[in-house]
């Protein structure tokens, strides 16, 4: 299993950045896939879930209303579309195949201003 995310940064309240997460070494379509986030200091946290299909998803209660998650399956591809985030946000963040997290690829840095 492997799974690589990137898209983070620096973003400023307001703005907007999109993560992506690439997976190989398993049969993608077939999984229900996450979001995870760990904020400096902190545990790790589930952020958003989607199912195989896409057709559902569920979202932290912080994060709903901002943030968007989405899949290609074509692609093997996982996608988090962050929308006015918050300094809360900063974390590192990880998409995983897993809602523990023992299954995650190597995360991508999201730092957020105000």
């Known amino acids: 299993v492997q799974l690589q995310a990137s898209g983070g940064g620096l973003v400023q309240t307001g703005g907007s950045l999109r993560l992506s997460c690439v997976a190989s070494?398993?049969?993608?379509?077939?999984?229900?896939m996450y979001w995870l986030r760990q904020a400096p200091g902190k545990g790790l946290d589930r952020v958003s879930t989607?199912?195989?299909?896409?057709?559902?998803?569920l979202y932290t209660d912080s994060v709903e209303g901002r943030f968007t998650i989405s899949r290609n399956n074509t692609k093997n591809t996982l996608y988090l579309q962050m929308n006015n985030p918050e300094p809360e946000d900063t974390a590192l963040y990880y998409c995983?195949?897993?809602?523990?997290?023992?299954?995650r690829g190597q995360g991508t840095l999201v730092t957020v201003s105000s």
């Open positions: 995983a195949r897993d809602e523990a997290g023992s299954l």
């Open positions: 070494g398993f049969a993608f379509s077939q999984y229900r």
């Open positions: 989607i199912s195989p299909g896409g057709g559902t998803t």
